[in-house]
């Protein structure tokens, strides 16, 4: 019977179909936890003109992230992350924008790319300004986004060693959840489920923004709490490379202070 009724979910999930009012109301709650209510009313992004590409820049829950729409498809699908210059080898459009000062990390999504600064005290004004014309120079040679191997995250696929309880995960995942995110410029990516603890990686504006844990904990972690009792909390992680990565640059950033 339990087999039966999971079963049911998943192909509900799939469905992108509410079960009933009450989980649409959740779905809402979560959203606003997430971010996006509170954005549903801001005005429209700034239009720039260029040439014959226009490119719009939208704010992000993250004060120090910015999400530029050029109106064309960047990935097509999935999401890729940035953190540093070093790893944006296999991106020209990803490298020229690690050259413009303040810039801290680069994130493509599937229509969108989102840019970091380093800090608050690094005004948006030229690094928007030069964002937009690389952007569009890039956009109108015509370039490939990315060369050589590189890994996406794609959706969740599921796997023949996944049981029901990682199917329904992955699932709500890919079809609540990380539209949501992606719609405000990052992206949250499944690692693993352990002893009833989600482990979830969060990047692009997610990364370092002041409300990621009301987002793990009141958004994600209620959501998937109410389809699956089996989830007892949802952890944030990070990758080792990421972690090597994020001390390097604390204490680049502690010198310069100090210095």
């Known amino acids: 019977m339990a087999a039966t009724v999971r079963w049911s979910l998943l192909k509900l999930l799939r469905s992108r179909c509410p079960v009933t009012e009450k989980n649409r109301a959740l779905s809402l709650s979560a959203a606003h936890h997430f971010g996006k209510l509170q954005h549903l009313s801001r005005l429209p992004g700034t239009r720039f003109a260029v040439r014959c590409l226009s490119i719009q820049t939208q704010d992000t829950p993250n004060p120090r992230s910015l999400k530029f729409i050029p109106g064309k498809p960047v990935l097509g699908k999935g999401t890729l992350d940035f953190p540093t210059s070093n790893s944006a080898e296999c991106s020209s459009l990803a490298s020229n924008l690690f050259e413009v000062e303040g810039v801290k990390s680069v994130f493509f999504g599937p229509d969108f790319i989102t840019v970091t600064k380093l800090d608050d005290d690094v005004e948006w004004t030229d690094i928007k300004r030069h964002a ?72 692009g504006s997610c990364t370092g923004c002041p409300s990621s844990t009301v987002t793990l904990k009141n958004g994600i972690q209620n959501m998937l709490q109410f389809y699956i009792p089996e989830v007892d909390e949802v952890e944030q992680v990070e990758d080792e490379l990421d972690e090597i990565s994020t001390k390097v640059f604390s204490e680049v950033e502690r010198k310069l202070q100090d210095s």
């Not at 599921?158 to 992606?182: A, G, H």
């Not at 990052?186 to 990686?201: A, S």
């Open 132 to 203: 937009i014309e690389i952007i569009t120079k890039f956009f109108e040679s015509g370039e490939p986004i990315t060369t050589g191997a590189t890994q996406s995250h794609s959706d969740n696929t599921l796997s023949e060693e996944d049981d029901d309880i990682v199917s329904m995960i992955k699932e709500l995942l890919d079809t609540r959840i990380r539209p949501t995110v992606q719609e405000d410029g990052g992206d949250v990516i499944f690692k693993g489920f352990e002893d009833g603890t989600v482990k979830l990686k969060l990047v």
